[in-house]
Each structure stands twice: as structure tokens, then as C-alpha cells.
């Protein structure tokens, strides 16, 4: 069973940045090759979504809101999963969950909040 821990949240002033990262442990492989493979967020109140991920091999998935903002990052080094976002806005506030789906079981870490605000 895949175990996906997240980190790097915080709270940052609208134009600012964070990076998130997540890490896998008890993975049959590496995360960076298993696909999908990336990042929601759920805002209070709304549903949860799809920032960015890696759909399979070779491609990569940016919802239009973060689209130039955010960037995915697949750290095969480190066995890691990483989310850069730029020019934060405060309705990017939510908590990040990631997420990869492993022979067609969904495993999600337990997020992390991220807070836009001045």
C-alpha cells in the first residue's frame, strides 16, 4: 500500500511563492513512474480538483486557473513529487492533496494548507 506524505505548505502574501513536495513510501516502485501522479486542492466548500499531474509517460496536465503559475515536478532522485507555485492568488488558498493511482487503486496523502493572504 502506497503511503504519500505531504510538506511545504504554509501562508504567503498574494504574488509570493511555495513549494510543495511529496513523498512515497511503501511503493512497489518509485513514485516518479507511477501514473497518474500529482496534485488536487479543495477549497472550503467547493470540490476537490485537479491542479497539475503527470497523466502518463511524457505528458503533463495544468488545470487553466494555475496554468503559467504552477509547475509539476517529478524528482526521481529523491523519489519525490514536487509543486512549485508561483504568483499565488488568494483563491488558490485550499489544502494540496497528492495523489497517484497505483494498478488502479487511488492513494492520497493527508494535504497540506496552503494560505493566500495579505
Known amino acids: 500500500q502506497v503511503q504519500l506524505v505531504e510538506s511545504g505548505g504554509g501562508m504567503v502574501q498574494p504574488g509570493g511563492s511555495l513549494q510543495l513536495s511529496c513523498a512515497a513510501s511503501?511503493?512497489?516502485?518509485?513514485?516518479?513512474?507511477?501514473?497518474?501522479m500529482g496534485w488536487y486542492r479543495q477549497a472550503p466548500g467547493k470540490q476537490r480538483e485537479l491542479v497539475a499531474n503527470f497523466p502518463y509517460l511524457g505528458f503533463t496536465y495544468y488545470s487553466d486557473s494555475v496554468k503559467g503559475r504552477f509547475t509539476i515536478i517529478s524528482d526521481s532522485r529523491q523519489n519525490m513529487v514536487h509543486l512549485q507555485m508561483n504568483s499565488l492568488k488568494p483563491e488558490d488558498t485550499a489544502v494540496y492533496y497528492c495523489h497517484v493511482n497505483d494498478k488502479g487503486v487511488d492513494y492520497w496523502g493527508r494535504g497540506t494548507q496552503v494560505t493566500v493572504s495579505s
Open positions: 511503501r511503493a512497489s516502485r518509485s513514485i516518479t513512474n507511477i501514473y497518474p
